[in-house]
C-alpha cells in the first residue's frame, strides 16, 4: 500500500464524509427539519465519523490512529441506532433508512479492515525489531 500523506486521500474518510453529506441532506427535509433534537443527534453523530479518522490520522502514530478509528467505528454503531429508532418512530422514511444502513455497515466495514491492516502492519513492524 502507498504511504497516505493526508487523511482526505483515506477511502474511509471520504465514505465518512458521504455519509454525513447524506445526514445533512435527510436532516433538512421532512419531519427531521423541526425535530432539532434528533436532527442535532443525527448530525453530530455522523460528523463524529469522519472526524475521528482525520483526528487519529493527525497524531502520526498508528496505534492512537487505530484508536481512533475504533472511535470512528462507534459512531457509525450510534448513527445507525439512531437511525434505526428514528425509523421506528415513522419520522426517517424507510428508504432513506435502508440508503444510510447500508452506507454505514459498509464504511464500518471498510474502517474495520483499515484497523485490521494496521495493526498487522504494526504487529509485522514489532517481529522485524525483535529479530
Known sequence: M???ERFEDLEIWKEAVAIGLDIYGITSRGKLERDYSSKDQLRRAA???SNNIAEGFE???N???MRFLGYAKGSAGELRSN???LKEAGIVP???YE???NKLITASKSIKGFINYLDDYESKKKNNKQK
Open 2 to 4: 502507498a504511504r497516505i
Open 47 to 49: 460528523i463524529s465519523v
Open 59 to 61: 497524531y502520526n502514530n
Open 63 to 65: 496505534n492512537v490512529f
Open 83 to 85: 437511525l434505526f429508532v
Open 94 to 96: 424507510q428508504d432513506d
Open 99 to 101: 440508503r444510510l444502513h
